[in-house]
């Protein structure tokens, strides 16, 4: 059975930093990408950071880009996001991913999602 489990969520302040896990079972996750999406109250849905198999090319949306940093230990079957110096607009509920190369993340396998809340 597949799983996807996130953790390291919470609350923390303007400028501060958390690392999230997400930690992959059932499957084969070597060979898939991950990806670390957000979704804020009202808001759609958007891709903050992705990540090939090996870890070896990685994206960000522009608004994180210079403070987050994605990556992944495949003999952990883990990917991560550490995020620095955040900001309130960071907050959202978090999610991870994973998708076979060449396909959308829509048809892959999501996790339960965890909150980050970032106060002023």
């Known amino acids: 059975q597949v799983h996807l489990v996130e953790s390291g969520g919470g609350l923390v302040q303007a400028g501060g930093s958390l690392r999230l896990s997400c930690a992959a079972s059932g499957f084969t996750f070597s060979t898939y990408a991950a990806g670390w999406f957000r979704q804020a109250p009202g808001k759609e849905r958007e891709r903050v950071s992705s990540?090939?198999?090996?870890?070896?090319?990685?994206n960000y949306v522009d608004s994180v880009k210079g403070r987050f940093t994605i990556s992944r230990d495949n003999a952990k079957n883990t990917v991560y996001l550490q995020m620095n110096s955040l900001k309130p607009e960071d907050t959202a509920v978090y999610y991870c991913a994973a998708v076979r190369p060449g396909s959308k993340f829509e048809s892959g396998y999501w996790g339960q999602g965890t909150q980050v809340t970032v106060s002023s």
């Open positions: 990540i090939s198999q090996s870890g070896g090319s990685t």
